[in-house]
């Protein structure tokens, strides 16, 4: 479903990604993991399309959209989720849900499967605050928020970036809750965490960033049975740790 | 009493200045705050829109309605001029945008006193509204009168169509993050392309609706220019509610000040700017000036 092939990326001359790839199946749920700087958040901009890749491609259900704009890919089915949120302070949560709704709801070459609805019977919470605006809500509803958002534009690749960011243990309970649920209704996801353990909860399968390259991908029930694999990874490969020998020890 | 009766004439029309500067700056504070556009040109669509109003006018009523449409089409083209050529430069400050739109308002004014020549070109109201009034003892103009409701009406339709419609959500969600909005499947350019040519259309109209008040002359852009800076500045870039507010003081200083004390009243224009200044920076570092763009994009 989301092919990232040797993809390279960064920001003003600095290359942050070094072809990274990545294979993602539709109805999975992938992670990547790794510390502040590996990489995740561009990843997740480059194939949001807020980053350009200089390098590499990065193909959503067949079709490749690496040098398509923002809007373009969004409106070719991927949603983003980004980090720190980013709902729009001066807009209330209904007129959030409405212009996302406006967007991805008109699409004519599929039915609209979110509706604003929809998702408030998903997240009650924000049924509750549809007339308080971003800057008024918690962490948590923000949270609930740019997801809905997100899920308004009717996607078929969900990228959520550093999702339980700042959140409490019972919300990020939620969060993970309903991402597991997410394939059911036949979305994929990339996640971006920076804890292994969480990632291994919610994801059929687990990349390990270390400085902008993959150094390993695990199971994520290889994860949860060994979850020491991922910070010796993390520790390891950026020290010349061979790639692909995780995974080898696991075995 | 009779102080109070004697300022009242120059109170009303420093409401109708004011409501003609809002109408007059609610284009350039939107394309600013929101966009992220300064458009120098402003004052020049407005003097265009003035020019052809004048021109269309001869005193009947539907060559008035003819003078305002003409207005905000030539208005909402200028605007369009402005959205191609600004839009490349988008993501690059708004530092190269003014400048062009400097350039175009050089380029604007050379053809407007080309055209028009270098005297002001009066406007011919309809005879129902080129008389005047009398109220609290006072003569004042029908026209001015007018236009202060039209101006009203034209200030709440605006702050319903910024608050309570989906056009005006996606112009407020601009302005918060421009590169979100992308992310959710709307073209930032087409978003510009409309802010520009609404922001020309509010410039055109103004312009003619405010020819009969002051202009088309050769002066007239570079005066508009000038007093929506105040007003925008004063009322806080993209704020309608601030500019409405901002623009009914100008007016007010403008008429009133005059007429009480014309020593102080332009002082006291340019001391108020400089307050406001001064309070924003003290309450919020230099992005409360201004200078930092509320659209600007995050990613």
Redesign the interface.
Same mark, same amino acid.
């Given at each position: 479903m989301l092919t990232i092939d040797s993809l390279t990326a960064g920001y003003d001359g600095g290359t942050v990604l070094h072809g990274l790839d990545v294979e993602i199946p539709l109805g999975a749920v992938h992670a990547v993991v790794g510390h502040n700087g590996a990489g995740k958040t561009t990843l997740i901009?480059t194939v /949001? !399309?807020?980053?350009a890749a200089s390098s590499g491609r990065v193909v959503v259900d067949g079709g490749d959209v690496t040098r398509l $704009? /923002?809007?373009r890919r /969004? &409106?070719a089915g991927v949603g983003?989720v $980004?980090q720190g949120r &980013?709902v729009? $302070?001066?807009?209330t949560v209904q007129?959030h849900l409405?212009? /996302?709704f !406006? &967007? !991805?709801g008109r699409r004519r070459d599929r039915a609209a499967e979110w509706t604003p609805e929809s998702v408030k019977a998903l997240l009650p919470r924000l049924a509750e605050r549809a007339g308080h605006r971003g800057r008024q809500l918690s962490g948590g509803e923000q949270q609930m928020l740019a997801i809905a &958002?997100a899920l308004l !534009?009717q996607p078929r690749l969900l990228l959520l970036d550093e999702p339980t960011e700042g959140l409490a243990p019972l919300l990020v309970q939620d969060i993970a809750s309903l991402i597991k649920r997410l394939p059911e209704r036949g979305l994929t996801v990339l996640l971006a965490a920076p804890q292994p353990t969480f990632a291994a909860s919610v994801a059929d399968r687990v990349t390990i960033l270390v400085a902008g390259r993959a150094a390993e991908e695990f199971s994520a029930e290889t994860l949860r049975e060994k979850p020491e694999l991922a910070a010796l990874a993390m520790g390891h490969a950026g020290a010349g740790h061979e790639i692909g020998a995780g995974e080898a020890a696991a075995r | 009493m009779g102080a109070l009766n004697a300022h009242l004439v120059p109170a009303v029309d420093g409401v109708a200045y004011g409501l003609l500067l809002y109408v007059a700056a609610a284009g350039l504070t939107l394309l600013f705050g929101i966009g992220g556009v300064l458009n120098i040109a402003h004052g020049t669509l407005f003097a265009l829109g003035g020019y052809l109003a004048a021109t269309v006018s001869d005193g009947s009523w539907s060559s008035a309605l003819l003078g305002l449409a003409v207005a905000v089409v030539g208005g909402t083209l200028g605007g369009a001029v402005l959205a191609v050529g600004t839009a490349p430069l988008v993501e690059r400050g708004e530092l190269p945008q003014a400048l062009l739109t400097f350039g175009l308002a050089l380029v604007g004014g050379d053809i407007l006193s080309t055209v028009y020549g270098g005297d002001e070109h009066p406007v011919v109201v309809p005879h129902a509204v080129n008389g005047t009034v009398h109220f609290f003892g006072h003569v004042y103009p029908t026209y001015r009168l007018m236009f202060i409701v039209i101006a009203a009406v034209l200030a709440v339709a605006g702050t319903l169509v910024l608050g309570r419609t989906r056009v005006g959500a996606l112009l407020r969600a601009t302005a918060d993050d421009r590169a979100m909005v992308g992310a959710m499947g709307y073209a930032p350019w087409r978003v510009h392309a409309a802010l520009c040519a609404a922001a020309g259309a509010l410039a055109g109209l103004a312009g003619g609706l405010g020819a009969p008040i002051i202009g088309p002359g050769p002066d007239t852009a570079d005066k508009v220019l000038m007093l929506s800076m105040v007003v925008i500045v004063l009322g806080g870039p993209g704020s309608v509610l601030g500019a409405f507010v901002a623009a009914v003081a100008v007016g007010e200083i403008e008429t009133l000040g005059v007429s009480i004390s014309s020593d102080w009243a332009p002082y006291l224009l340019f001391g108020m700017m400089a307050a406001a200044l001064i309070v924003r920076a003290l309450r919020g570092g230099l992005g409360g000036v201004g200078i930092a763009m509320p659209g600007k994009a995050r990613a």
């Open positions: 901009h /949001a !399309g807020l980053v $704009p /923002a809007h /969004a &409106r983003l $980004p &980013r729009f $302070p001066n807009l007129e409405t212009l /996302a !406006g &967007r !991805g &958002r !534009g | -």
